[in-house]
């Protein structure tokens, strides 16, 4: 689709079978575990079968920390090829994602982590941060792990800018609805490859209950991405109208879906 088409916006009037974000993705691993599920820029590309095995065996670590319906996972990484696989894992686990900027005042940090109460962060540069050793990992089952999770349990908790502010919860059922009222618009499917710049994580997940391939640009080289969507073949493109006109002036045959679309 080129930039700029006009599509109808989603109805709020319609409704689907609540579920949680991990089924869908698990059933689409399981159907096509050979397809490309990430293209991370510079590196080779991760099949869904890998990247479900990786998030399989994260979630068995998380799982002996503490993670199950009903807790929190703090997420400290910046490296959108890490962060994938770990936010996966976090939902596979039951838990909700804690979203931490390693960036952010130490003083912020500490309240964050004292209020949302994680049992354990993945990542780095964030108190009490850790990563599971590649020994723990190697240890742990493949398979997709048991869960007592429900469309109404949490997914997320956000915090806004600044201050103290209070915790947004933000359930499976919540952003099972979103992802569908976007898909059923701005329909992706096997052969799209999707550019997510600047939006919520969970719209990491979106593409890949598709059988869509996600393309991971490298934070650490901002100005390249519309080089990467010629390489990568980007067929989709997901962000706010401002990052668009900085990073991707000419966006040409690509299909953007606006941020609140």
């Not at 947004?168 to 992802?179: G, L, N, P, Q, Y």
Request: aromatic share 4%.
């Amino acid at each position: 689709m080129e930039s700029g088409t006009a599509v109808a916006r989603p109805s709020r009037t319609e409704r689907w079978p609540a579920t949680t974000v991990v089924g869908p993705i698990e059933a689409q691993a399981a159907r096509t575990p050979d397809a490309p599920a990430l293209l991370p820029a510079g590196a080779p590309p991760v099949s869904y079968g890998e990247l479900n095995a990786a998030a399989n065996r994260t979630a068995r670590c998380l799982t002996d920390r503490g993670a199950r319906p009903g807790t929190v996972v703090g997420l400290a990484l910046t490296r959108p090829a890490e962060l994938v696989p770990a936010l996966l894992a976090v939902a596979k686990s039951g838990a909700a994602y804690l979203p931490l900027d390693p960036d952010d005042a130490p003083g912020r940090l500490s309240w964050l982590l004292a209020d949302a109460a994680p049992v354990c962060v993945l990542g780095e540069g964030v108190p009490d941060a850790e990563r599971p050793s590649v020994a723990e990992l190697a240890g742990r089952a493949v398979t997709d792990p048991p869960r007592a999770l429900t469309p109404q349990h949490p997914l997320c908790r956000a915090y806004g800018p600044g201050g103290r502010p209070a915790g947004v919860w933000t359930t499976h059922a919540e952003v099972d609805r979103r992802v569908r009222e976007l898909q059923s618009v701005y329909g992706l499917g096997p052969g799209d490859r999707v550019l997510q710049l600047g939006l919520p994580l969970w719209e990491f997940l979106w593409p890949l209950r598709t059988g869509a391939a996600l393309v991971l640009a490298d934070p650490d080289r901002p100005g390249e991405v519309g080089e990467l969507v010629r390489e990568a073949g980007v067929t989709a493109l997901r962000a706010a109208p401002s990052v668009l006109g900085e990073l991707l002036p000419e966006p040409g045959p690509v299909h953007l879906v606006p941020e609140r679309g």
